[in-house]
């Protein structure tokens, strides 16, 4: 377990206070990032992972990147919300590795509330001082998260460890023609055989992991940069856009196109 949780990596990409009322109300978003909302007064709602949550004050919410969710406030809510990508292995998610819960009650003896109040000022200095402390503590609020919810059902994450140089290769290399027979090679197993522990690993075949991999950057991409559609899918290692764009609907449920309009409630 330490070796794994040794090789987490945590981007921070935003981070703002923001005054919610009746307009923050976005039925679908889908974001290729991990959002963390901490309500400071009033109360929203979040839909996803089969239920109904209340982002309410006394609690810090996540949710994963690539999850479907439902978004709206009913009257005003104040909340702080950062978005950040925290990774193990090179490139596999850490939620997906743990299985761990979405809310944190934040109890009256932690220093939590004080140190997420922190990350925005933080986030607007981006010195060098700033970002270790931002790493920090992110890594404290996840930390808190395993303690508390992490239950060591699921996948083993202690399994996922023979992988890294899998997850490794796909990071480097997802824009490129990648084979099975590449995959497999980097754990030194034959390709059934890597194939079927692969999945009963991380859920899904190494394939269709590598292509969800390559939506993930499509989405950073579509809303980063004004890149045409046929230049994003040729960086995201498609030969075609009609093949990007069947295999993006199939992980986001809505076409590239769409996706880049919906900008502002995939940000929020």
């Known amino acids: 377990m330490n070796k794994l949780l040794s090789t987490l990596r945590i981007e921070i990409q935003f981070a703002e206070i923001a005054h919610c009322g ?51 406030c009913a009257s005003k809510m104040d909340q702080f919300y950062i978005h950040f990508r925290a990774e193990l292995l090179g490139g596999l998610s850490f939620f997906k590795a743990f299985d761990c819960g979405y809310e944190l009650k934040i109890g009256k003896s932690d220093n939590i509330k004080e140190s997420v109040g922190r990350l925005e000022k933080l986030y607007r200095e981006k010195s060098p001082p700033a970002c270790l402390e931002m790493d920090g503590i992110l890594r404290t609020i996840l930390a808190r998260i395993i303690e508390r919810n992490f239950d ?42 890597f194939s079927n522990l692969f999945k009963k690993a991380c859920g899904i075949p190494p394939m269709q992991f590598l292509n969800r991999k390559r939506i993930e950057k499509a989405q950073s991409l579509l809303l980063s940069s004004d890149e045409k559609l046929e230049t994003i899918a040729a960086q995201c290692g498609f030969d075609d856009v009609f093949h990007f764009s069947k295999t993006f609907r199939k992980f986001t449920a809505t076409p590239p196109s769409e996706y880049r309009r919906n900008k502002k409630a995939l940000l929020s």
């Open 22 to 72: 009746p307009t923050w109300n976005y039925n679908y978003a889908n974001s290729p990032f991990t959002r963390l909302y901490h309500t400071l007064s009033g109360e929203g709602i979040a839909v996803h992972s089969g239920r109904e949550y209340k982002l309410r004050p006394g609690f810090i919410h996540i949710i994963p990147e690539n999850t479907d969710v439902r978004l709206y």
């Open 152 to 193: 060591g059902s699921g996948s083993a994450p202690r399994e996922l460890i023979r992988f890294k140089a899998v997850f490794e290769y796909m990071e480097r290399n997802y824009s490129k023609k990648v084979r099975l027979a590449d995959l497999a090679a980097r754990a030194n197993l034959q390709e059934i055989y």
